[in-house]
């Protein structure tokens, strides 16, 4: 039986897996909600996506996702405030940039209705899944992949859109130990290394790897030319603070705009903080903790909001970052998480209620 | 019911769709045929695979796959000889291959036998399907994806192995007009270029839309940094003939160690044409269409063989290749479809009976 939230068709689920969940102890991005949104891209358009079962998919072999990577993807949260109210955090950028990834990807542009409305009403069906505790939220994964057939290494004539969701706690627990990447790159000029292309994460998998086995959680991507430009830390933005200002890269060809970055700067903007959007040399950052100037280093992102840094692996040598007093870090994180859980005032008007 | 042959199980289709297929007229990779063989990577293992049915594949909307591009694959073809009997060229290099890129990928390397003993009895199972006519043949696809489940941006715990195939006529029809790019790039320097990984595939789709709308057919890639050297052409390595030097550059962590390309050295090397491997610049050649001593330039791979150039693009000017008699594109590619279809004595050693 079918119903209907603001003209999206629901399918529900005949039973619901959420007693199974313990919503008090949730790791990121394992147990998945009752429902997802699905869309499907053919004869030339994008239909409109339904609410259905959050259930298996299924593709013929020749599938181009399987052989080509045709697939991009977003990552955003729902929020429950203290009433119970549902709030997203600015998911109309989200859905700009899927279509930013889809461009560069040959994937077609998806409307702005299909993503916003089927998200609305997916919300509102899996509403008992969007976890109440601090710390924990509804993770929303929006992605599109090749699903036409055929092995012509060409763009594919059907693709399949999907927003699936699972309640989850944070993604990486305490302080990260980073390695200054000098071998492997995450990115080309000309490349696709602004868009969460999914090949783009396949390729970082071995240095971390390799980082992992030398006693770091991730790698710092540095320029592929001559690696002595800091680019971003693992799959987050970064940021580093000398003395009393806030330094991260400008996007580009070859970085991710991300939501959380950008909506640091405005905060650091608002509130003073000194800040500097430039390339920054690992030589800098060297120098820096050397002489006592380097105060902090922070990876930026959705899935882990705001990763504080504790220390850098450069050529064969560590350095530590010092424990401060005042950390822009913290201060960022509570001001953003603030803002995402309805806890604090919105003067950005980035809080959007469901 | 399930048999054996060399130890592979075999599921054998209840029908078979052979009856309509118009081998006459085959296009590149549309129609598959009956079965493909499977295999299985969990509990730290690759199981052994079977040939089962060529039928769909059901995963699980947060698999790996459909997220992060972890996916890897070879092409290669099977030909009849008049006699009836099958032949493959040089398939443990493409086994090599795939586990080097496998490595790269964060992907369980595969061991040997599942390769050459499942592809064998893959095509004694689906013999009917291996085409007998000139210019056609049976391509092979081995592809390995993430099918492994979860949001974190880390590598799958279960990969699935296929083999599929699917009778096929030329990939290319005709001369190709390519454009040497300028704005975007297929690989960074420390990237995944050198490897088949899918991601590297629909990074080329956009640029070669782009292409295309202004005429050509293919984009010849150049060098992220200073889009100055040459390094491929669409999907396939390149040859350039200057005066009757044939020139390639070298392979690297960004070009694909292509075995048509290095088939073509060894044929070059034992019939005294002269040739180099070196960086090649646009300068070089854009200089060399000028002054007459351009002869020929042809693209080289699995799918296309070899695919001559009539034409390129270069900041706006098209360079016409000269019609010339003793083509080197024409006698490489005579030499090696000869070979692979058992008309030529095989010096190299490279035919593979099955």
Avoid: C
């Avoid at 949260?77 to 600015?90: C, I, S, V």
């Avoid at 919300?123 to 036409?148: M, N, T």
Wanted: glycine share 8%; proline share 5%; net charge negative.
């Amino acid at each position: 039986m079918s119903t209907e939230i603001n003209n999206i068709e629901i399918q529900k689920a005949t039973t619901s897996k959420i007693s199974n969940v313990d919503f008090d102890n949730l790791s990121f991005g394992k147990v998945f909600s009752d429902h997802m949104l699905l869309g499907v891209y053919k004869e030339g358009k994008w239909q409109a996506p339904k609410v259905v079962p959050y259930e298996p998919i299924t593709l013929d072999p020749s599938a181009k996702i399987f052989h080509y990577g045709q697939s991009i993807f977003e990552g955003l949260k729902a929020y429950k405030d203290a009433n119970g109210d549902t709030f997203l955090f600015r998911p109309l950028d989200n859905w700009k940039r899927l279509n930013i990834s889809a461009k560069r990807l040959s994937i077609p542009e998806l409307p702005e209705e299909h993503f916003i409305e089927g998200l609305k009403a997916l919300l509102q069906v899996d509403d008992e899944w969007i976890p109440k505790k601090d710390g924990s939220s509804l993770y929303i994964r929006p992605f599109i992949f090749a699903s036409g057939n055929g092995f012509h290494a060409s763009p594919a004539d059907e693709y399949t859109f999907i927003i699936a969701t699972a309640p989850s706690g944070a993604y990486f627990s305490g302080q990260l130990k980073v390695l200054i990447e000098q071998t492997y790159s995450r990115s080309a000029n000309g490349g696709v290394g602004f868009a969460k292309a999914g090949g783009n994460y396949a390729g970082q998998f071995y240095p971390t790897q390799l980082a992992v086995e030398k006693g770091y959680q991730q790698v710092i991507w540095t320029d592929d030319t001559t690696h002595e430009y800091i680019e971003e830390a693992g799959a987050m933005n970064i940021f580093i603070r000398i003395n009393d200002t806030l330094i991260t890269g400008p996007t580009s060809d070859r970085i991710l705009d991300g939501i959380t970055r950008k909506s640091i700067l405005e905060i650091a903007k608002s509130e003073n903080i000194p800040f500097e959007v430039r390339k920054i040399s690992v030589t800098e950052v060297v120098e820096a903790s050397k002489n006592g100037s380097l105060k902090e280093m922070f990876g930026a992102g959705t899935a882990a909001v705001i990763s504080p840094i504790s220390a850098f692996g450069y050529k064969d040598t560590d350095y530590d970052l010092p424990k401060i007093a005042n950390s822009y870090g913290e201060r960022l994180k509570k001001r953003i998480t603030d803002i995402q859980t309805n806890k604090s005032d919105d003067s950005f008007g980035w809080r959007y209620k469901i």
